[in-house]
C-alpha cells in the first residue's frame, strides 16, 4: 500500500514542477501568485501523503492543515497588498 502513496507523491511533485515553471515564467504577477497558491496546495497534498508513506498521518496531516492556513493567509495578503498597490503588467 505505501507503494501506492509513494507513487501519488511522485505524481504530485511532477505536477508541481508546471507550477514552478509557472511563477518563474508568469506573464502577469497574478499568474505567478497562482501558481504560487497552487504549489502550495501540492505541498499540502504531498504532505498528507508522506503522513501515509511513514504511518504517521495524525502528525502530518495536522502540519498539513496548518500549511493551508498559512498559505491561505498568505494569499489573502498579497491580494490585498495587489489591490492596494497596482501593478504594471510585464
Known sequence: MTDVF???????????????????AGRTVYDRLLAVGAVGTNAIVL????????ER??????????YALL???AAVAAGKYLEAHPQEDA
Not at 57 to 66: I, M, N, R, W
Open 6 to 24: 509513494t507513487l501519488g507523491a511522485a505524481i504530485v511533485v511532477a505536477i508541481s514542477a508546471a507550477g514552478f515553471y509557472r511563477i518563474v
Open 47 to 54: 504532505l498528507a501523503l508522506t503522513g501515509f508513506i511513514f
Open 57 to 66: 498521518p495524525e502528525a502530518f496531516v495536522d502540519l498539513a492543515l496548518a
Open 71 to 73: 498559505n491561505f493567509i
